[in-house]
């Protein structure tokens, strides 16, 4: 028995089907019927969503919030993967099972940090349904269930063969894609004791270039010198005081940084279409941004079925599949999709491979050394050491490739012994990823090739194949996640109450998780300076639990439910937790019924935060020898205001579990038959939150011991270097370890309402409404309490997403005879480009320009003329609404055509001057997407036989 209809797991396998259908039924739904609330999306809304991905589907649900994790965001540290954020608590707040099981996570983090399961990766046509449970559940699944629980429930039973063909793209240009499976099964476990089903899939996406959209509207300018007064002009290929020496692809130049300024004296132009200095500083050079607003992706799936009836109401029930995905990402912020660019400065070394970043001296060059050509180099007429500006034409396309094999296997045993019904189940998964980073570059080899007093390296392309194996290595990285659970537990009627069956369960959990990600092998060897960003994981997790539940119908109008779980982690027992809830669901009558949850949650802090790991990116400015970066001071060295410096995350023992307190209550009103709708509040609150510190509370500060020499800052470039006292060398690295800092408390609503309307001969109408509203997001930092709910705040978590008040959808479907026609509207709410926690914790007045400047980038500061030079765009991010429409068409038994599109009246992004997300442009990939994809069909058929 079915003790509890909110243990998606049990539902997925114990409840009757008409209990879950929603939309197209008049059927009470199972959501409505449970203390807490479940959004079910079944099989035909996903055919009638128009989608071929789970992961477009979970990324346009209301409850789809802050920290969700995109394609569209190239920049992430987990690039190519997708992550769910219920509530907008982030992507580790929500838990994703497969069938009821726990999956191997992603073997890369967000943000190095969060553990997630890529849902890209899950096969679109093997989904049965999927439930999206709206509640803290860790009292039923243990850690990282505090803002909810994504149930995808795959198909158990199929017989026959399904073949489906479509493809389409976007109207606008790219993202072309195919995409096919078949589906064949036989048995009938009634009549033949067992079925038995194979899937096939195939998806294939072409990349939609960032070029395609350059000049579509606002969300692509990148000239902010036509805004207010001073912005810079950030088209490629156009200088500006940021970039005094742009890089033009099929063109070279050289350029004396003794003589100042970048100028036509001091500049000589070797190759290309970019001929002059003239030429330019006029923006004559300018060419269309680089890189992929979308990537390209590959995916091949096979899954395999067997159902077994045995002696008695025994079943065994097996599932086996492989998941490949391949991802090519080309990071525009990073200078992918472009040939290398030559190398500037030689920065210091600094390898990244453990709990200490570790200096690594280059045997040949200075390791803070300008790397120039000789003045006698072939083509320098300048007569002094000059420096190569340009990219290389022996180099090759940079971009990263991520290639993943997600192995699963799942047996499920379910009988009875005596009174009690009994499930035991074995999930073994493994995710192994391979990462390669084409297009490193070793900057010592590059430097010493260039300086070569023989044969020195060419410019202009047609160098050794030598020379460009030892300046281009292979800079890979194999990885794997894996995960091992057995579960079993039983279920009885303990004793008749006036509502019904007094209904008992308990069980038992051991779980096993391991994740191996090294750094690429580069920047383990320390071959390339480790500012870049790079994350490394290693580490295993066992978790033993005991779980208990009651549902007891105390009346025919009153149900309690309770639940109780007790986690042990490994040896120590540090995160050890004891996480009870409790639920009512009170109908005084058949139309009416109120509803509500109390319950208590946790997330252990995982292998990344706690293991042998790291996560490294460039630190901030060296504050001893560059006090003032905006304005250094005649001798400041240049490195020494440049981010050279590596800025490690160190995983902390010590760390403590979050933990969450959460409560909704809500009202279920079905009035007449056909209509139902529900009403729920939540709150959640979050503390101990695991929180990433910035360098600026770096506690491990290691300078070189080699004194800072070359280029400094001067009038002409050549004053002698100002070194304060007790400075000596650069910055090296800085380490500062997680800690549990915050609290973060979320408050809102959701409304949910669905109708049925027989038309007669003109056939049934089904409209549905979804709103998510966030009355309040407050994240305490340090004591004081910011107010996040429709900012963009918090800005540190994910790609910086955002976090809009509402998100609402409307469906309207159409169904007679042949013919099912469904059109949903989708709305996004603006907000405020600000994030009061960010600015209000270094100290700063929570203003327009204050964020823009201190956060968004240094396209906004050149702005000189305070608020009064921004257009009131900057400030806000207007609302996005979009319409997708799906056309069915039944032309026999066997044969269904459908069509479908997306963004249909091509709505254009709003402009979001505050996300990094979107790099080159200011559009936010996470909540709008739709939009910079614009318009996008396809068509394709159905053959059931």
């Given at each position: ?423 035991t189940s074995l999930t073994l998964s493994r995710i192994n990823q391979y990462d390669n980073n084409i297009g490193t570059m070793n900057s010592e080899a590059m430097a010493l090739a260039l300086n070569r007093a023989a044969s020195p390296y060419s410019l202009t392309g047609n160098n050794s194949a030598t020379d460009i194996a030892a300046i281009y290595p292979a800079n890979v990285t194999n990885m794997y996640s894996e995960l091992g659970s057995l579960e079993t537990h039983a279920s009885r009627s303990l004793m008749q109450l006036p509502g019904g069956d007094l209904g008992f369960s308990f069980g038992a959990a051991y779980l096993f998780t391991k994740v191996d990600a090294p750094p690429p092998n580069l920047y383990a060897a320390g071959d390339i300076p480790g500012n870049s960003f790079v994350q490394f994981v290693n580490g295993e997790q066992s ?403």
């Amino acid at each position: 028995m079915a003790v509890s209809p909110v243990m998606a797991q049990q539902a997925a396998d114990q409840a009757p089907v008409q209990r879950i259908e929603i939309t197209g039924s008049s059927i009470r739904r199972a959501d409505a019927e449970t203390p807490s609330p479940v959004q079910v999306i079944t099989s035909e809304e996903l055919k009638q969503s128009g989608y071929t991905s789970i992961a477009q589907v979970l990324g346009n649900i209301t409850a789809n919030g802050q920290g969700t994790l995109s394609q569209g965001f190239s920049g992430a540290f987990a690039a190519g993967a997708q992550a769910v954020s219920l509530r907008g608590m982030n992507s580790s707040a929500t838990l994703v099972l497969i069938d009821g099981h726990r999956v191997a996570s992603n073997p890369m983090f967000d943000d190095g940090q969060r553990s997630f399961v890529d849902i890209g990766s899950i096969p679109f046509d093997a989904i049965e349904r999927v439930e999206v449970l709206k509640d803290g559940a860790s009292a039923q699944y243990g850690s990282d269930a505090m803002a909810g629980v994504v149930n995808i429930i795959l198909k158990k039973n199929f017989k026959g063969t399904t073949v489906n063909v479509e493809g389409g793209g976007a109207t606008e240009g790219g993202g072309a894609t195919t995409h096919a499976s078949i589906t064949s099964g036989m048995g009938d476990l009634d009549s033949d004791g067992y079925n038995a089903f194979l899937t096939f899939e195939y998806r294939h996406e072409q990349p939609i270039t960032n070029a395609s959209r350059f000049g579509d509207g606002a969300w692509t300018n990148l000239n902010f010198g036509a805004y207010g007064t001073g912005g810079f002009n950030w088209t490629p290929g156009v200088p500006n005081p940021t970039r005094p020496t742009p890089s033009i692809p099929g063109s070279i130049y050289l350029y004396n940084p003794a003589g100042g300024p970048a100028s036509a004296s001091n500049t000589e132009f070797l190759s290309g279409p970019c001929k002059s200095w003239a030429m330019l500083s006029s923006g004559g050079c300018a060419f269309s941004p680089i890189g992929n607003l979308q990537p390209e992706t590959e995916n091949l799936n096979v899954m395999a079925s067997f159902t077994k009836k045995l002696a008695g109401d025994w079943q065994i029930a097996t599932k086996a599949s492989l998941f490949s995905s391949t991802v090519d990402v080309t990071n525009a912020a990073a200078g992918q999709g472009l040939r290398p660019g030559f190398p500037a400065f030689l920065n210091p070394a600094v390898g990244v491979n453990g709990a200490t970043p570790f200096v690594v001296n280059y045997p040949n060059l200075a390791p803070s050394a300008t790397v120039t050509v000789p003045a006698n180099y072939p083509g320098n007429t300048l007569g002094v050491p000059a420096q190569v500006i340009g990219l290389d034409a022996s180099g090759p396309i940079s971009e990263t490739e991520i290639q993943t094999k997600n192995y699963r296997f799942a047996v499920d045993l379910t009988g009875s012994i005596g009174e009690w019904d009994t499930q035991t189940s074995l999930t073994l998964s493994r995710i192994n990823q391979y990462d390669n980073n084409i297009g490193t570059m070793n900057s010592e080899a590059m430097a010493l090739a260039l300086n070569r007093a023989a044969s020195p390296y060419s410019l202009t392309g047609n160098n050794s194949a030598t020379d460009i194996a030892a300046i281009y290595p292979a800079n890979v990285t194999n990885m794997y996640s894996e995960l091992g659970s057995l579960e079993t537990h039983a279920s009885r009627s303990l004793m008749q109450l006036p509502g019904g069956d007094l209904g008992f369960s308990f069980g038992a959990a051991y779980l096993f998780t391991k994740v191996d990600a090294p750094p690429p092998n580069l920047y383990a060897a320390g071959d390339i300076p480790g500012n870049s960003f790079v994350q490394f994981v290693n580490g295993e997790q066992s978790d033993t639990s005991l779980f208990a539940e009651v549902a007891a119908p105390v009346t025919k109008a009153l149900e309690l439910d309770a639940h109780a779980r007790y986690d042990h982690f490994g040896l120590s027992g540090q995160n050890n937790s004891f996480t009870p809830s409790a639920g009512f669901k009170w109908a005084p009558s058949p139309v009416v019924a109120l509803r509500g949850t109390l319950a208590t949650g946790f997330r252990a802090p995982n292998v990344a935060e706690t293991g042998k790991s790291g996560l490294t990116f460039a630190g901030g400015n060296d504050t001893m020898l560059c006090p003032n970066p905006g304005s250094p001071a005649p001798g400041t060295p240049v490195l020494s205001c440049l981010p050279t410096a590596v800025f490690q995350t160190g995983s902390n023992s010590h760390l403590n579990p979050e933990k969450s307190d959460s409560a909704t209550l809500g009202v279920i009103l079905e009035p007449i038959k056909g209509w139902s709708s529900t009403f729920d509040v939540y709150d959640i609150k979050v503390k101990n939150q695991i929180y990433t510190p910035p360098p600026s509370v770096a506690n491990t500060l290691v300078r070189s011991s080699v004194p800072v020499s070359g280029l400094c800052y001067g009038a002409t470039g050549t004053a002698p270097c100002v070194i304060p006292g007790g400075a000596n060398g650069l910055l090296l690295y800085e380490i500062a370890p997680y800690e549990n800092t915050n609290d973060t408390e979320v408050r809102g609503f959701e409304l949910e309402t669905h109708y049925k309307w027989k038309l007669g001969e003109f056939g049934t109408l089904y409209t549905g409404f979804d709103w998510s509203h966030t009355l309040s997001y407050i994240l305490n930092v340090g004591g004081t309490a910011y107010q996040l709910a429709g900012t963009h705040g918090p800005e540190l978590i994910g790609g910086d997403t955002a976090n809009p008040k509402d998100r609402m959808q409307a469906t309207l479907t159409w169904d007679k005879g042949p013919w099912d026609v469904t059109a949903v509207e989708n709305y996004i709410s603006g907000y405020t480009n600000t994030d009061p926690s960010y600015v209000g914790s270094l100290g700063l007045p929570n203003d327009c320009a204050t964020n823009l400047q201190t956060y968004s980038g240094v396209q906004f500061s050149g702005y000189t003329g305070g608020m009064s030079s921004y257009p009131a765009s900057f400030c806000k991010t207007d609302s996005f609404f979009t319409t997708d429409l799906t056309v069915r068409y039944k032309y026999s038994k066997q044969l269904v055509m459908h069509f479908a599109a997306n963004n249909l009246f091509n709505r254009q992004p709003p402009y979001d001057a505050n996300t990094y997300g979107g790099t080159p442009y200011q559009y936010n990939p996470s909540l709008h997407m739709a939009g910079a994809i614009g318009r996008f069909v396809q068509a394709g058929v159905t053959y059931s036989f």
